[in-house]
């Protein structure tokens, strides 16, 4: 992935179930008929799909073909953080995935495994001594990282990240990401990549804090203002048609794992989640996410 790879291979070891908080997202809120389970974590706020029905005594699952996500930063403000010992660097990822587990609540359900299998793509927006963004495809399996593919996009002021995740269904991954900027140029790049599973189960939508920091400055979300994240997946309905979530009246019934970023961590103490989402007149879902920096005893909202 890239500076986050050694939090997200214990993640699943990290993260625990807990009960939904009074005034917690609702699924209706992230275009979802119920959530499953919400999961508090270190790293990961955001949240994962898939669809389920049962015919007679079977359940079923749709096939999820693709993920994409639009991330308007035309208006998006990072700052520092100005307390004490948060000096070093502060950077956030916004990123799409695709895994092979089901959730739901059928005998087969693989509910939460998402966690330790997945491709993702996406872009890491670094606020150091000044603003980058690099994009970064990354596989793992069984919680071991298999491939990983990041370099920096060229500088200038961008006004939209975009991301396409698509599984070709052969053993291959398609992901193309796209940076449009403020000229009207853009830049773009194609990466195929091999995955190990035919089949993929859930989409993935997710806003990442930094993690390679073990001792010292800590390497803290920044403060985070503006922005717009658009997130839509393509599903295999119990109609056997293709259709776009996330949905509120979805072919089947869509399922959701929440992610809560509030657990301090010796490289971020900053709480993020998902505040309120709505359908998007485009299709797809947009959110709004919540950002609490616990040491300024701040609160921003943002993408």
Not at 298 to 303: C, E, H, K, S, V
């Amino acid at each position: 992935m890239r500076k986050a790879l050694l939090a997200l291979l214990t993640l699943s070891i990290e993260l625990l179930i807990l009960a939904t908080p009074t005034g917690a997202i609702t699924a209706s809120q992230i275009g979802a008929s119920q959530i499953v389970n919400t999961y508090n974590s270190d790293n990961w706020a955001g949240v994962a799909y898939s669809v389920e029905w049962k015919s007679w005594f079977t359940n079923y699952w749709g096939p999820i073909l693709w993920a994409s996500e639009s991330i308007y930063v035309g208006n998006l403000t990072l700052g520092y953080i100005s307390y004490p010992n948060y000096i070093y660097t502060e950077d956030i990822s916004i990123w799409i995935g695709l895994s092979p587990a089901q959730i739901g609540y059928g005998t087969d359900s693989s509910s939460g495994s998402e966690q330790t299998n997945f491709i993702q793509a996406g872009f890491d927006i670094d606020v150091g001594s000044y603003v980058s963004v690099n994009y970064f495809v990354t596989t793992i399996v069984n919680g071991q990282l298999v491939y990983n593919n990041e370099n920096y996009v060229p500088a200038g002021k961008a006004t939209y990240l975009d991301v396409f995740l698509e599984n070709l269904g052969n053993g291959t991954a398609l992901a193309q990401l796209y940076v449009y900027y403020a000229n009207g140029t853009y830049w773009t790049t194609t990466i195929y990549t091999s995955i190990p599973w035919t089949n993929t189960g859930s989409a993935m939508s997710i806003v990442e804090a930094p993690s390679f920091s073990t001792s010292g400055p800590y390497a803290e979300l920044p403060y985070v203002s503006g922005g717009m994240i658009n997130f839509a997946f393509s599903y295999i309905g119990s109609d056997g048609n293709e259709h776009i979530g996330p949905s509120n009246n979805p072919v089947g019934t869509m399922y959701a794992d929440v992610y809560v970023l509030n657990e301090p961590s010796t490289y971020n103490v900053a709480q993020a989640q998902i505040y309120n989402g709505w359908a998007n007149n485009n299709g797809g879902w947009d959110y709004l996410y919540q950002f609490y920096y616990p040491g300024a005893g701040q609160t921003t909202y943002g993408l």
